[in-house]
């Protein structure tokens, strides 16, 4: 019986030697495969100015071209780049206002990315465009309607606008590109939680998260001020922001006295300075977070107590905004209110 026992020990004892080794084979496996991930990383991750073609550089390299065909296209992506930083240099002195420029760039760099077979060559559209709806995406294709049924706008102007929303639906291909490339065509929240967890490496697919984070961002700015422009000079009330013209626009229809306009119209105004700086804070602590998730996976030294500060002021102007919209929509609905009973 004693006998027995022991060989029961024994068996239970190189069971779990065994199981041990096998673990311990597939951390270090798992350990090979990040630092092979990291080795094949250029060491420096930015090569170019512009975030997008960093964004393509780094794509062509985690599907593994081939060294030659990285220097094919670090050779075409680097005349990309310079066109692209003169085109932004010019935007700022506010050139190529039609916005044909900026059109071709963003061509020629999804030319690029399919010379290189980064991209499907053939990428079929959504649904097939029409006169009342060129556009693949929907929000583009409302934006439109407003535009051509807009009395503001004359004809040049209607070409204008269409040329630019004909660029911001090419930011879109190219965002949601970068969305398959990370997600897949799945991006069920559930899927995407499945990708996080089995990331090989989990600082670099983070990383490549708040890049998409980022270019939403910009996305939705940029579609904000196409969306302004639609909206006659003298119903916007001297602001810019969507946000406050609609609460503008909802005030002049309450019961609201003349002298009760002036001072909400101020109220506004201060408000808006103060939106668009914490918009600007919030892309900085996105550009922030991007930049320290980017250290990290390259194994630098990072600044963890400066980073959770800037991140905690962020969340607190953030909260004093949800604060402001909610009081400034429960004053203007209750006094719409009050004018409707009458």
């Not at 239970?12 to 951390?27: N, P």
């Not at 053939?122 to 009342?132: E, F, M």
């Not at 969507?242 to 408000?271: C, G, M, V, Y």
């Not at 980073?307 to 962020?314: D, F, L, Q, S």
Request: one cysteine or more.
């Amino acid at each position: 019986m004693k006998m027995l026992c022991w060989n029961y020990s024994l068996l239970i004892f190189c069971i779990s030697c065994f199981l041990l080794l096998v673990l311990c084979q597939k951390e270090e496996s798992i350990d090979k495969r990040k630092e092979d991930i990291r080795a094949a990383r250029d060491k420096s991750t930015h090569q170019f100015r512009s975030v997008r073609v960093n964004q393509v550089w780094e794509k062509a390299q985690r599907i593994g071209k081939s060294p030659k065909e990285l220097e094919r296209l670090k050779v075409d992506l680097k005349k990309y780049d310079e066109k692209a930083y003169q085109l932004k240099k010019l935007e700022r002195d506010g050139g190529d206002a039609t916005g044909e420029q900026s059109e071709k760039m963003h061509k020629q760099l999804t030319e690029i990315m399919k010379k290189h077979n980064i991209v499907p060559k053939d990428k079929p559209n959504k649904q097939t465009p029409t006169k009342d709806k060129p556009f693949d995406d929907k929000r583009l294709n409302e934006l439109w309607k407003k535009t051509i049924d807009a009395q503001h706008f004359d004809d040049s102007e209607v070409k204008l606008m269409k040329q630019q929303l004909k660029i911001h639906q090419e930011k879109i291909n190219q965002y949601q590109e970068l969305v398959d490339d990370l997600y897949g065509e799945n991006s069920h929240p559930a899927a995407v939680q499945a990708k996080r967890n089995n990331a090989v490496d989990k600082d670099e697919f983070q990383a490549r998260e708040m890049d998409l984070k980022l270019q939403h961002k910009r996305l939705n700015k940029d579609f904000q001020a196409l969306n302004v422009k639609t909206i006659p000079e003298e119903e916007r009330g001297g602001f810019n922001e969507p946000r406050i013209i609609n609460f503008w626009k909802d005030a002049q229809k309450t019961n609201f006295t003349e002298e009760e306009l002036i001072s909400l119209k101020e109220e506004l105004r201060h408000f808006e300075g103060k939106l668009m700086k914490y918009d600007t804070m919030q892309e900085e602590a996105m550009h922030a977070e991007r930049t320290y998730k980017k250290k990290k996976m390259n194994g630098e030294k990072v600044d963890m107590k400066k980073h959770t500060a800037m991140r905690e002021k962020v969340k607190d102007i953030g909260n004093t905004v949800k604060k402001f919209f909610t009081s400034m929509k429960e004053k203007i609905s209750s006094r719409k209110q009050q004018h409707n009973e009458l």
